[in-house]
């Protein structure tokens, strides 16, 4: 019972409580359930309906690759000059990109103990003349001696054995003077030809040694334009074939050359291969070495048939595509041969005849069988080959306009 002077409160019973907060939410829940059974029921009517789908009818038409890549300005001929002893580096004459003359110093190694080599095999050599002058004059007094009966063949024999040591004393002292001098000439590094400084790797105070490269130098004025290529690129290339080149920093200025060596190794590091081009006729401004270049090449593929790359379908395990029959406007997926990849298209060898609707446009929604339309009727497809662009229900050109491609038609 309540106490007097309080109001009594009402307690909602628990399964009433329940039902008030479940009867909104069974109420969407039949309303799901409906909605569900009403689009289950309409599935196979829309199924029924042709599907708008985007064709073009095949058709060989000439095509053309054009690859792209950057590269960089190199000479074609780069000599590496190196000591041919090693030491500590006391100077280094030159920088790069200057310009020096066949023969001119470019840096010096410390020489101290090559002169001290030297200043001991000269004195070597000196000594060594004295006494070979020495013993020629006894040789020569006791011949004289002897013709005149004077002394005995075994002094002339004795005189004649020192005279002999003495000579080859001499000769060797005057080699070792030779290497002593050739020791000395190597701690000076001179240019074997003329032309442009392109590196320096190393700066006065360094320690080298034999054989390390010091500086490189651009030789004979030609120029190569290097390229590093996906391996599928250079497979298409041939010896002195054309390419367009254009400086990336003013593709204003542009210039001619031709395949020059393509490597046969792939770099292990980067997936590439090395092509060099080499320029033809270099512009007015010659470029200066590692300046960035751009380089096209065109190919001619001949007369093919090349699709979209939206058309391209699997059918065990192979590439279909999806072809239409004009008659009852059903679609049944058909193997064929791809002769090669583009960037956005394909290149059919076989499986397709001229004249045939294949689907480029929503290829992906259909199944065998499957009935389609187009705007236009069958004839609205163009032609394959010619710009990539697909006939669709929206217009007669088709959806999706033209695609971009690096394989062009002419």
């Known amino acids: 019972m309540a106490r007097p002077g309080h109001r009594m409160a009402w307690i909602e019973p628990a399964a009433e409580s329940a039902r008030r907060f479940l009867r909104p939410v069974m109420a969407a829940a039949f309303a799901s359930a409906a909605l569900i059974g009403a689009t289950a029921g309409a599935a196979p009517a829309a199924g029924r309906l ?3 789908v985007g064709v073009v009818r095949v058709a060989p038409q000439p095509v053309e690759t054009v690859s792209a890549l950057t590269g960089e300005i190199v000479p074609r001929r780069e000599i590496s000059t190196a000591f041919a002893v090693g030491g500590r580096v006391i100077a280094v004459n030159t920088d790069i990109g200057e310009k020096v003359t066949a023969g001119e110093v470019l840096a010096r190694l410390d020489s101290v103990q090559q002169q001290q080599g030297v200043a001991a095999a000269r004195a070597a050599v000196e000594s060594a003349k004295a ?3 020495q013993a020629q004059r006894d040789f020569r007094r006791q011949e004289g001696l002897l013709a005149s009966g004077s002394t005995t063949r075994l002094r002339r024999d004795e005189a004649e054995r020192q005279f002999l040591i003495a000579r080859a004393r001499y000769e060797r002292a005057r080699a070792s003077l030779r290497q002593a001098e050739k020791a000395l000439a190597d701690t000076v590094l001179k240019a074997p030809e003329s032309g442009i400084i392109t590196a320096r790797l190393a700066d006065p105070g360094a320690v ?11 030789v004979g004025g030609a120029l190569d334009a290097r390229f590093d290529a996906p391996e599928q690129i250079p497979s298409r290339l041939v010896a002195r074939f054309p390419v367009r080149l254009a400086l990336l920093d003013d593709p204003r200025v542009v210039f001619s050359g031709h395949v020059r060596e393509i490597s046969p190794l792939i770099n292990p590091a980067t997936g590439t291969v090395e092509v060099k081009v080499a320029i033809d006729a270099p512009p007015d401004a010659t470029p200066d070495f590692g300046q960035a270049v751009r380089g096209r090449v065109r190919r001619s593929l001949g007369a093919v048939i090349a699709l979209p790359s939206s058309a391209l379908m699997s059918s065990g395990g192979g590439p279909a595509v999806w ?5 009852s406007q059903r679609v049944h997926l058909r193997a064929i041969t791809v002769s090669a990849f583009l960037d956005e298209r394909f290149i059919v060898a076989s499986g397709l005849r001229p004249g045939e609707l294949v689907v480029v446009y929503g290829a992906y929604l259909l199944f065998p069988d499957r009935r389609v339309r187009f705007a236009g009727g069958p004839a609205a497809g163009r ?5 990539g662009s697909a006939a669709s229900a929206g217009n007669a050109a088709g959806v999706g306009g033209a ?8």
């Open 131 to 133: 006494n070979l002058d």
């Open 323 to 327: 072809v239409v029959d004009p008659a």
């Open 50 to 52: 042709p599907l708008k």
């Open 383 to 387: 032609q394959a080959g010619r710009g």
């Open 403 to 410: 695609a971009k491609t690096e394989a062009q038609s002419k």
């Open 208 to 218: 080298v040694g034999a054989a390390r490269t010091v500086l490189k130098l651009a």
